[in-house]
């Protein structure tokens, strides 16, 4: 099931890009947790998909011409680690985001149960099994 489980993360990626939202909360367990106190400042754990979806509706809705790439993408039994490219421009303020970050994606039963966004991409690879020394 771990190469379902990247189709699964690829989709969702995808269609961010895409904007299309829909595609995207479906790909979400109803329970899912997102937690993105490592990333944000206001970062917090974030539990259910009213809470994703709002948190979603907040940050992406932050920027115009929002773009993510992977860069990376590896399987780790039920986690998807991911190395992302992402940049925008702020709608208000025209401040320039281009940052890479990691993300650590928690699927079961073909659903996002649990997304970890970590600052630091190295992080994210040691979360989720695949530092150094493994």
């Known amino acids: 099931m771990p190469q379902a489980n990247v189709e699964v993360v690829r989709t969702v990626f995808d269609a961010v890009n ?3 939202w ?4 479906a790909s979400y367990s109803p329970d899912t947790e997102w937690d993105d106190r490592d990333l944000r400042p206001e970062g917090a754990i974030h539990r259910g998909i009213d809470a994703m979806r ?8 932050t920027w115009a011409n929002y773009w993510q790439e992977i860069e990376q993408v590896h399987d780790a039994g039920e986690n998807v680690v ?3 490219h992402e ?3 702020g709608k208000g ?6 940052q890479r970050i990691g993300v650590v ?3 079961r039963g073909g659903l996002i149960v649990r997304t970890r966004l970590y ?3 190295a992080e994210a690879l040691d979360a989720g099994g695949l530092g150094p020394g493994r």
């Not at 709002?54 to 809705?61: N, P």
């Not at 303020?93 to 281009?98: E, K, L, T």
């Open 18 to 20: 895409r904007g299309e």
């Open 22 to 25: 829909d595609t995207v909360l």
């Open 87 to 89: 940049s925008g421009e």
């Open 93 to 98: 303020s025209g401040a320039v985001m281009d």
């Open 105 to 107: 994606i928690t699927v």
């Open 119 to 121: 600052r630091d991409p």
């Open 82 to 84: 991911v190395v992302v």
């Open 54 to 61: 709002s948190e979603m509706r907040a940050w992406f809705g």
